[in-house]
């Protein structure tokens, strides 16, 4: 079934691949029109997903990636409509360039083809991913886990008719049923048909598609965040935005994992910020040197810096300086995101240039690295490599380019 899947798309990808700006946008109005119809049926099939997820024990941090509601639902249809006021990348002329023997040569971006996404518990994935894919041209095969199968085949579905209705071959969107771990390896393995493959989840998942995938991978996903405070930040502020660094959303991958202190901070802002955190239902991990001041709280051992919580979990280092700082983030970070808090412009500005991440913030909260805060309509996901994007990917990120030779006549002496 697989393979048949995987073939599928690509046929239906050489169709993708021609559509006018008109026909996606098109496309893509009616897919948002066919959630928000179809609302009912997701939100059935998603309650099934999230009563079997609470029954197995899942934290309730993660399942509120899982639940959808009305407003979720509308948001996903809004998000697939905001996709129509991008910029086509298809077909953009990148560059152009004229060499001395008079052979013109340019660049063009074309799409990737066929993408794999294997994602896990979000059902929204399945929406947006279609949606970035049908905008940039390329075709999707999206395997969601078994936690929100009900949802990603109901959403799915809506969006599979509504191509279906547009004219477009409704194969360009293809949900695997298969909720097993043989069928995703076997779909790491369609290098024949996949183009790019592209894991979205925790560590573990991301970890087992790059080892045995046999198609090109995108890193994205995992999110070991840091916010870092100097002495001379605005500290009431710093509270405020470590809260919602890691308070607003704790399941997510731009929440703050790890607070950063520099050791002459005023020892008060990091009282009030453990008792802001404590209020807020956080667990306090504290190094050494934080656990001298505040002895009731939980050591953290050596793992806890290398690991995403997913949960109302944060832990605190002491620094002496900035680069430890940096130091100590490049060294445990997964090169996601990461902040600075500080009024001294030439230390944010060392911040952003030496922290190894693909989103580097100064005074704000981590909680922005995302597509549509970007200003770019949506994301496939974040990545976290250096080839062939990183950070949000959007549409321009879902292309490639060629060359094309103007020439008159031209042979090679």
């Known amino acids: 079934m697989i393979e048949e899947i995987c073939r599928k798309a690509k046929a239906a990808s050489v169709q993708l691949a021609q559509l006018s700006s008109e026909q996606k946008n098109k496309a893509l109005c009616k897919m948002g029109d066919l959630l928000e119809q179809n609302c009912t049926q997701i939100l059935e099939a998603n309650q099934e997903d999230v009563q079997a997820a609470r029954a197995k024990g899942v934290k309730e941090a993660l399942i509120d990636r899982l639940v959808l509601d009305k407003g979720r639902v509308e948001a996903m249809a809004s998000d697939l409509r905001g996709l129509t006021k991008l910029t086509d990348p298809v077909n953009e002329i990148v560059k152009t360039w004229t060499r001395p023997n008079g052979l013109i040569i340019g660049q063009i971006r074309v799409p990737l083809g066929v993408i794999g996404i294997i994602y896990e518990s979000r059902p929204n994935v399945t929406s947006e991913a279609s949606g970035l894919c049908i905008k940039s041209g390329n075709a999707i095969v999206l395997r969601g886990g078994s936690d929100a199968i009900n949802s990603n085949m ?115 802002f990091l009282f009030d910020m ?13 190094c050494e040197k934080t656990m001298k001041l505040m002895p009731n709280l939980k050591p953290a051992v050596e793992e806890d810096w290398y690991t995403e919580f997913l949960d109302l979990i944060i832990a605190v280092k002491i620094v002496e300086n900035i680069d430890e700082a940096i130091a100590h983030i490049n060294k445990y970070g997964t090169k996601h995101s990461d902040s600075i808090l500080t009024a001294d412009f030439n230390k944010a500005l060392k911040f952003i240039r030496e922290v190894d991440s693909a989103a580097v913030y100064w005074n704000s909260s981590t909680r922005f690295t995302d597509g549509n805060q970007f200003g770019l309509g949506a994301e496939m996901g974040i990545s976290t490599q250096k080839l062939h994007a990183r950070g949000p990917m959007s549409t321009e990120q879902l292309t490639t380019t060629k060359f094309f030779i103007l020439g008159r006549g031209h042979i090679r002496e």
Do not use: F, W
């Not at 453990?274 to 504290?286: D, H, K, P, Q």
């Open 274 to 286: 453990v008792s802001a955190l404590n209020l807020n239902g956080v667990e306090v991990r504290a």
């Open 154 to 268: 109901a959403i799915g579905n809506a969006l599979r008719a509504a191509l279906k209705a547009t004219g477009i071959n409704e194969d360009a969107i293809q949900v695997v049923p298969i909720t097993d771990r043989a069928a995703a390896e076997k779909l790491m393995t369609m290098r024949k048909y996949i183009d790019v493959l592209i894991p979205r989840g925790g560590a573990n998942l991301i970890k087992t598609v790059v080892e045995k995938a046999t198609i090109p991978t995108i890193e994205t996903g995992t999110g070991n965040c840091h916010i870092y405070v100097e002495p001379d930040a605005d500290l009431k502020r710093a509270i405020d935005i470590v809260i919602n660094a890691k308070c607003q959303r704790p399941g997510v991958c731009n929440a703050a994992e790890k607070l950063i202190v520099q050791k002459d901070v005023d020892k008060k």
